[in-house]
């Protein structure tokens, strides 16, 4: 008999680490099936054409003679053989009303190798890099948040991605392909997607709103800085944002959305520290961090703080130390309080599962 338990202990152990894995699967395949509802689906015949010159991003360019192709599809299986290099998509489409305070999301699938993305000449995203400093990203799921001030309303919309082939298959070869609403994510009244002024370093008047940033680079938010052009970079880095408060807000108890941020982060509205996520030390590089990057940055805005009616400067200062890095997911924005209440309450099911399958990991793999 004892033997027998002594041969069938690896097998208990086998199958209740299968169970394990199976379970969470199916923990992590409930909550990301509540995360997107379709808006507008993108499949099908889009304009193509291969070569690279700037204007072909512009809303207003003419492309009315070039090829279509299928998307998602490799462009080999499109008529284009062999062919590696620069090309570009376009794709024409309106929206029905009611979408203009919603989070709209452009899911792509998976771009082999390099893309860059426009909405209506506005850049939205990008994966991977392009030559010289080139950097395959033919297997990341491209999903990226649409600012507001992009997406025309009450017309024809222009998506324009420009595309880099290095070698076997390439272009929009394959996943979802159309715009999302982002459910998980509530409505904010004043959406931050989109271009931020950004700083790598460290420099404690960075926080102030009188500093003057407008040398500064600009960058997308929410996306890693890696693939906006600081490869490999870790440490300390900052992102500014200017803001005006709509009137209808002022006297309303407020929250700032920063979405999520690898990995620490200290947040500061007009110079005054509203909030931070982890601990940043004297030495950043001596500061410690472990799951901070998962956290959904949310801070309460004191009510003395915003300026009514004139300039309003958010300052993050974040420090990343090791792999990705920056404000990298939404939702960004400002909401009120009764708002967010509302939205919580609707999540503790999401975040029960986040944090079971995120255990479950642990248990399996640590």
Known sequence: MERTNEMTRPMIKHHRLFFLIMLSLLLLSVASAQEWKSVLDLRGKWKFQIGDEKKWMEKSFNDSKWEEVFVPSPWEDEGFPGYDGYAWYRKHFT???????????????????????????????????????YNSAYNAKIILPLPRNAINNSGDNVIAVRVYDSQLQGGIVQGKIGLYEAIDYPSSELSFVGKWQFKTGDDERWKNPDFDDRKWDNIFVPAVWETQGYADYDGMAWYRLHFKVPAELTGKTLVLLLGKIDDLDETYLNGELIGHTGRIRSNPSRSSHDREYQELRTYTIPSNVLKAGADNVIAVRVFDGMGFGGIYQGPLGIITREQYKKWKKSRPWKERIDEDSRNIFDLIFN
């Open 95 to 133: 929206l029905s009303s009611g979408w203009e305070k919603k989070e709209l999301y452009l899911h792509l699938g998976c771009i082999d190798d390099v893309g860059e993305v426009y909405l209506n000449g506005i850049m939205v995203g990008i994966s991977g890099s392009f030559p010289p400093d």
